[in-house]
């Protein structure tokens, strides 16, 4: 019998135990896709750690982990407006969608409210809503320093601490 044959290339077990099936190489590149991404998240959560270090915010034994876009925090916060910042770094990073906070905090005092930020807002506007007066933006700014380095600069999206006043 003579002639030409034809098969399907990457098909079947290589010869002799040399390469690998379709399959094998397959589940061999998800595998290295998966490990790729470890590393990846691992970076971020590393990266979220060290900003949040250079921001000089006050948490002990900070731990920042990433799974795909959901970080979890925890640590000590020196007190609840650290805590309210950390969250919002975390937060407001490209690629993360969801922050679970299991942060503690070391001196407790009243939850600040959050705002997300809409087109056309400003902060004085903020100020008018929650405290009934724009000239309070001045609040708004300092609660979410260093974040915001300047009261005209913020976006659609971003999410800002709207601390509670005495």
């Not at 135990?17 to 790729?36: D, H, L, N, Q, S």
């Not at 009934?132 to 005209?152: H, R, S």
């Not at 976006?155 to 601490?161: A, D, E, F, I, T």
């Given at each position: 019998?003579?002639?030409?044959?034809?098969?399907?290339?990457?098909?079947?077990?290589?010869v002799?135990?040399?390469?690998?099936?379709?399959?094998?190489?397959?589940?061999?590149?998800?595998?290295?896709?998966?490990?790729?991404?470890?590393?990846?998240?691992?970076?971020?959560?590393?990266?979220?750690?060290?900003?949040?270090?250079?921001?000089?915010l006050?948490?002990?034994?900070?731990?920042?982990?990433?799974?795909?876009?959901?970080?979890?925090?925890?640590?000590?916060?020196?007190?609840?407006?650290?805590?309210?910042?950390?969250?919002?770094?975390v937060?407001?990073?490209?690629?993360?969608?969801?922050?679970?906070?299991?942060?503690?905090?070391?001196?407790?005092?009243?939850?600040?409210?959050?705002?997300?930020?809409?087109?056309?807002?400003?902060?004085?506007?903020?100020?008018?809503?929650?405290?009934?007066?724009?000239?309070?933006?001045?609040?708004?700014?300092?609660?979410?320093?260093?974040?915001?380095?300047?009261?005209?600069?913020?976006?659609?999206?971003?999410?800002l601490?709207?601390?509670?006043?005495?």
């Amino acid at each position: 019998m003579r002639g030409l044959f034809s098969f399907i290339k990457n098909a079947g077990a290589k010869v002799f135990g040399i390469g690998k099936t379709t399959e094998e190489e397959e589940a061999e590149a998800r595998a290295k896709a998966e490990v790729a991404e470890l590393k990846l998240e691992e970076a971020a959560a590393r990266n979220l750690e060290e900003t949040i270090n250079g921001l000089q915010l006050q948490v002990e034994n900070l731990c920042v982990f990433v799974d795909d876009d959901m970080a979890k925090v925890s640590g000590m916060a020196y007190d609840q407006a650290t805590k309210e910042k950390v969250i919002l770094v975390v937060g407001n990073t490209a690629g993360i969608a969801t922050v679970d906070d299991e942060m503690t905090v070391e001196h407790i005092v009243p939850e600040s409210q959050f705002h997300t930020v809409a087109s056309g807002d400003t902060l004085g506007k903020i100020a008018k809503h929650y405290y009934g007066n724009a000239m309070k933006y001045p609040e708004i700014f300092e609660a979410n320093k260093p974040m915001l380095t300047d009261p005209d600069k913020i976006y659609p999206g971003q999410v800002l601490r709207i601390p509670h006043l005495d």
